[in-house]
């Protein structure tokens, strides 16, 4: 298994994007980027870490292809908003992917690239080395399975889904 680390915004909105795939293992919900040992939701929230909210998704390279994960990671985020994602705003919702090895860096600049000419406007979305991860509190873990209703206005009332 390998693990691809990226932060979409809030993290329990591109959670179950990931799930739904073969090959894909474990997502887990956490914070990157930053410099602070063991970060909490709260102080990562109000921007007092320079952590984002990052998932860490466990794939098998021999069912998913790591580009495939990141064309799904753009797919499913605002790659034009520097500021947050959609009502989220400051530094801990920013998109970012956070490469491991010069594979994924690769994969990753090439991805920014394509998604870059096929579109035809410059992405904000920042590409930086891999440091830390750092899991999320237990109640933020898969918290569209435990928590459906919230979850769906969750959705709704940030602008990533429509009623």
Known sequence: ????????????????????????????????????????????KAQRTGHRETLSVEYD??????????????ANIDPYDGEGQFIDKGHSYTPAIYWCDAEQKAAAEKALAAYEAEHGEGVKVALEPFKS???AEEYHQDYYLKNPEAFERELIESGRKKE
């Open 1 to 44: 298994m390998k693990t691809a680390y990226l932060a979409g915004g809030c993290f329990w909105c591109i959670t179950p994007i990931f799930n739904i795939y073969d090959g894909v293992g474990r997502v887990v919900s956490g914070y990157s980027g930053g410099d602070e040992d063991h970060p909490r939701y709260e102080d990562v």
């Open 61 to 74: 390279p021999e069912q998913i292809d790591y580009s495939f994960l990141l064309e799904i990671f753009l």
């Open 133 to 135: 991860f750092w899991e």
